[in-house]
C-alpha cells in the first residue's frame, strides 16, 4: 500500500501537488527556486501583551518582510483580524493602515474597523504622536 504523499514542508498541510510539494509551495520552488516561511496570503502574525495586542505588518511581493507593529486593545482584535493589514506608505507624513474589503476590493483603514464607522470616513489624530498606537486611549475622532 502506498503512503499519502505529503508536501515536504513542515507544518503544511495543503494536498500533495508534484515534487515534493503542495502546490503553493511547488509554485514558489518553481518560480523563486525556494520555498518562504510566509506568503503574502497569511494573516498577521499578532503578540499578546498584558494589557494590548501587536500586530505585524509585512510588505513584498516575494518573501514578506516585516515592516510596522500596530498596537491595539485586545477587545478589537476579533474584528481587527478579520482582515490582512498593510502598511501604506504615501510619503513621510503619511502612513495608513490598510486592508481591502473582501469582494468589493475598497480600501479600508483601520481606525475606521476599530470604530466601527460605517461610513469610513472618519479621521483620528494620535495622543502620543505613535501613529502606530491604534489602541483607543491613544485615538481622538477629528
Ligand atoms: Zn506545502
Given at each position: 500500500?502506498?503512503?499519502?504523499?505529503?508536501?515536504?514542508?513542515?507544518?503544511?498541510?495543503?494536498?500533495?501537488?508534484?515534487?515534493?510539494?503542495?502546490f503553493l509551495?511547488?509554485?514558489?520552488?518553481?518560480?523563486?527556486?525556494?520555498?518562504?516561511?510566509?506568503?503574502?496570503?497569511?494573516?498577521?502574525?499578532?503578540?499578546?501583551?498584558?494589557?494590548?495586542?501587536?500586530?505585524?505588518?509585512?510588505?513584498?511581493?516575494?518573501?514578506?518582510?516585516?515592516?510596522?507593529?500596530?498596537?491595539?486593545?485586545?477587545?478589537?482584535?476579533?474584528?481587527?483580524?478579520?482582515?490582512?493589514?498593510?502598511?501604506?506608505?504615501?510619503?513621510?507624513?503619511?502612513?495608513?493602515?490598510?486592508?481591502?474589503?473582501?469582494?468589493?476590493?475598497?480600501?479600508?483603514?483601520?481606525?475606521?474597523?476599530?470604530?466601527?464607522?460605517?461610513?469610513?470616513?472618519?479621521?483620528?489624530?494620535?495622543?502620543?504622536?505613535?501613529?502606530?498606537?491604534f489602541r483607543?486611549?491613544?485615538?481622538?475622532?477629528?
Amino acid at each position: 500500500m502506498e503512503k499519502e504523499k505529503k508536501c515536504g514542508v513542515a507544518n503544511c498541510k495543503r494536498k500533495y501537488y508534484a515534487k515534493g510539494h503542495c502546490f503553493l509551495h511547488y509554485s514558489q520552488v518553481r518560480r523563486n527556486g525556494r520555498v518562504y516561511s510566509r506568503t503574502r496570503y497569511d494573516k498577521n502574525k499578532v503578540i499578546h501583551r498584558d494589557n494590548y495586542c501587536v500586530l505585524v505588518l509585512y510588505s513584498g511581493y516575494k518573501e514578506p518582510v516585516e515592516v510596522a507593529r500596530v498596537k491595539i486593545d485586545k477587545e478589537d482584535l476579533a474584528k481587527v483580524s478579520e482582515h490582512k493589514w498593510c502598511l501604506h506608505q504615501k510619503n513621510k507624513k503619511c502612513t495608513r493602515i490598510v486592508t481591502h474589503e473582501r469582494g468589493t476590493n475598497k480600501l479600508l483603514l483601520l481606525h475606521n474597523i476599530i470604530f466601527n464607522s460605517a461610513s469610513g470616513k472618519i479621521r483620528v489624530s494620535f495622543t502620543n504622536g505613535d501613529k502606530l498606537d491604534f489602541r483607543k486611549r491613544n485615538l481622538t475622532i477629528k
